[in-house]
């Protein structure tokens, strides 16, 4: 039963049971209906209630239905709202703790509403590219004041109840109740109180002006529109609001509905629809049971106070965790801590964060040289130079002293978990855990799952990750884990597109427009040139054949490391991350071209994107192929959340299914025709090949 009903005093209680928000999906609303229904033909009633069970009024729409025909299903929501207007006894929405979206556009229907405080109230739509469409646009600006109203609508920020309840004039809350536990009593004495009271009143009916008028909503206009940039919906929720303080009621109501649907439309809000159900996915690993028991963690140690090492403490700390380093030496300690800090206190002067929390933070920081220290550690992290003998001697260390049951993750980028799992006598306890950098910023973690790995140890990191406010993602183990496997194509199609005329400056650019955050040799020249190079004397030696440019190691000889040498690819000022283009550099990618007797052509932006694009589309269709991800969308998240590219377009795999795998295909096989590229390298993955074919997609 989605919703309960019961009388009291003459006051029917509708209350709203679909855990764990109260989704308003197709059951939630028949059974709404029906009790209405119910309620308005009960003699014995005079007015009524709506609230929710448990911890939320309502969260709004029933995530599980995005994209169905039940979203539309009759009742739809619209029709519930009228249904509540329609009724000739007084509603009342008794709101506490959650009230979002449907939720809020539900209770803007009801003729009264009473709210607890700490509520938090929101019409989250935008951020799924969406604006609200179940009258949210037309009634809130009515019940709040344009400008308030608009705000929520445009930002989709959760507000605390208190808040909108003091904003001068409103009309969105008639009362504010003493607290959530007398929200219920108190709103059955108002019912009480109201119940003889006509005509009912409706927000549809109040005035709905901005004093301003047009000059506010071209104000709005300029503002939005600067902000929103690649998304559509924020300038259409100002439209909407607009259309509010201009058009009678039911004709707002025709522009949200008509302006909604065409949102639902639009690649971008597919796109943040589809982020929304892979971040939530990417957290289920899918033979890990939800009820799989945990390991408590209080605690934990990690090894190597470097560059990763101090990011990742800063997670715990953030979270109230206890975190121990060891380190070799004490002036690595220093050092490490000292960068802990600075991070820190640059946080404060930013005013974002309180001096108390970061002196609590650091009391939570301890060191020391000795593994014996860390015998209670629940969680050991290593994050020590990237070399299989030194991982060996710290995880024998580890395995010895470690007390049981403690989980022992490795930070490692490339090594294989396996063989680290196998230096120690418990391989079950073992798995990676691949920070990026910088680590207290980044959201991403790829949880490497060993081929022993407990599945109580995956529960527990996967339940950890959310509390640390990482997006965690399961990868199997191979060289790269899923990210930088895919990116290392990326990068060597990159190196081809020099060779054959580009600068590195026009690759960035295209890439850039196209919305990455940053193109592939802004991007080296961050990381790091010398980590790719390491990576392709490797590869020089195990895949003797495999094809690469050499502008990069050419690059690397002249020591232009990147950032931290103050030259790459491009040049930079100290202190200065702008990347000014060298024209050496570019003489250097010149001279080479013209030892491997190229002519150098024009390449179009659109190639330049489609080439590195499609070059990690085929290696994910590889990693999924391979069982590395279990899903498509868990490729998205890790290229979302730690490789920059673009929010809106969903990530690489949801881009393919946007352009359709047949045309990715076409233009792979047109791109291996091209002798100075790699026909090799164009090989449809069998997966890709396979589902362009059936005419299917990923998801
Ligand atoms: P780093 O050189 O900045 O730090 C390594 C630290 O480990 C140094 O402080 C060193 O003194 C210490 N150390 C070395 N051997 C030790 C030992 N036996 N016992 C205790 N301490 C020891 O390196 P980093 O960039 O922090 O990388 C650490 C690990 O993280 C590597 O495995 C690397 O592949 C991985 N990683 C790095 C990045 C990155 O962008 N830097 C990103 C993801 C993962």
Redesign the pocket.
């Given at each position: 039963m989605t919703t309960e009903y019961a009388v009291q005093n003459a006051v029917a209680v509708l209350t709203l049971n679909n855990p764990p928000v109260n989704g308003m999906g197709l059951a939630t609303r028949v059974a709404l209906t029906n009790a209405l229904a119910l309620a308005q033909a009960d003699a014995g009633v005079n007015a009524i209630v709506i609230t929710g069970a448990g911890t939320a009024f309502s969260g709004g729409a029933d995530i599980k239905e995005f994209g169905s025909p039940k979203a539309l299903q009759e009742p739809n929501l619209l029709s519930v709202i009228l249904a509540v207007e329609a009724c000739s006894k007084p509603v009342i929405a008794a709101i506490h703790s959650v009230c979002m979206g449907g939720g809020l556009e539900l209770a803007l229907g009801c003729h009264y509403r009473l709210v607890a405080p700490g509520c938090k109230v929101a019409l989250p739509e935008v951020k799924l590219g969406l604006l609200p469409g179940a009258g949210g646009t037309q009634r809130l600006p009515r019940a709040l004041g344009v400008e308030p109203a608009l705000n929520m609508i445009v930002s989709g920020e959760l507000v605390n109840s208190e808040l909108l309840f003091s904003l001068p004039g409103q009309k969105l809350f008639n009362k504010m109740a003493v607290s959530a536990d007398t929200l219920l009593a108190e709103a059955l004495s108002f019912a009480v109180e109201v119940a003889t009271v006509r005509p009912l009143p409706l927000v549809r009916n109040l005035p709905c002006k901005h004093p301003l008028g047009d000059a506010y909503f071209g104000f709005a206009r300029n503002m939005v529109g600067g902000m929103a940039k690649n998304y559509p919906a924020p300038l259409k929720c100002v439209a909407a609001v607009e259309a509010a303080t201009k058009n009678k009621f039911n004709d707002g109501m025709r522009f949200e509905r008509d302006t909604f649907i065409n949102l639902m439309w639009t690649p971008e809000s597919r796109a943040l629809r589809h982020i929304f159900m892979a971040e939530r996915a990417a957290s289920k690993v899918p033979d890990v049971p939800a009820d799989t028991a945990q390991r408590a963690i209080k605690s934990v140690a990690i090894?190597?106070?470097?560059?990763?090492?101090g990011g990742i403490a800063m997670n715990f700390l953030n979270a109230g965790l206890p975190v121990k380093l060891?380190?070799?030496?004490p002036e690595?300690l220093e050092r490490?801590v000292a960068t802990i800090r600075k991070n820190y206190e640059a946080q404060v002067k930013k005013g974002k964060l309180k001096q108390d929390k970061y002196e609590q933070r650091m009391a939570l920081l301890s060191t020391t040289l000795s593994y014996d220290d860390l015998r209670d550690a629940d969680l050991v992290i290593e994050?020590?130079?990237?070399e299989m003998a030194?991982k060996e001697?710290?995880f024998k260390s580890l395995d010895a002293v470690m007390k049981p049951g403690a989980i022992l993750a490795?930070?490692?980028?490339?090594?294989d978990i396996n063989q680290i799992a196998a230096f120690t006598q418990r391989p079950q306890d073992v798995l990676g855990l691949?920070?990026?950098?910088p680590a207290n910023v980044m959201k991403l973690l790829e949880v490497v799952r060993g081929a022993q790995t407990g599945k109580d140890v995956l529960a527990t990191v996967m339940a950890l990750a959310k509390k640390i406010k990482k997006t965690a993602v399961v990868s199997g183990v191979c060289d790269g884990f899923i990210g930088n496997r895919m990116i290392e194509q990326y990068g060597r199609q990159g190196g081809f597109l020099l060779d054959e005329g580009c600068t590195p400056a026009q690759v960035d650019k295209a890439v850039e427009k196209f919305g990455f955050a940053m193109g592939p040799f802004r991007m080296g020249d961050l990381?790091g040139n010398d980590i790719g190079w390491a990576i392709r004397k490797r590869r020089y030696v195990e895949k003797p054949g495999m094809k690469y440019s050499k502008t990069a190691d050419l690059l690397c000889e002249k020591g232009r490391f990147g950032q931290k040498t103050g030259a790459g690819w491009y040049d930079y000022v100290p202190g200065k991350r702008d990347a000014i283009p060298n024209a050496e550099v570019n003489q250097m990618i010149e001279a080479h071209r013209a030892a491997l007797g190229i002519t150098p052509r024009k390449i179009s932006d659109e190639e330049i994107v489609q080439r590195l694009v499609f070059s990690l589309i085929n290696e994910a269709a590889h990693i999924l192929q391979e069982g590395i991800a279990s899903r498509a969308s868990d490729i998205d998240m890790v290229y979302l959340m730690g490789y920059g590219f673009p929010i809106y377009r969903g990530g690489p795999m949801n881009y393919a299914n946007e352009v359709g795998l047949f045309n990715v295909v076409q233009a792979m096989h047109r791109f291996a025709q091209n002798p100075l590229d790699d026909a090799q390298f164009w090989q449809p993955a069998p997966l890709l090949a396979s589902l362009a074919a059936e005419g299917k997609n990923f998801s």
């Open positions: 090894i190597g106070a470097g560059t990763m090492g060891l380190e070799m030496k690595a490490g994050a020590v130079f990237e030194v001697a710290v490795s930070n490692t980028s490339t090594l691949h920070f990026f950098s990381a």
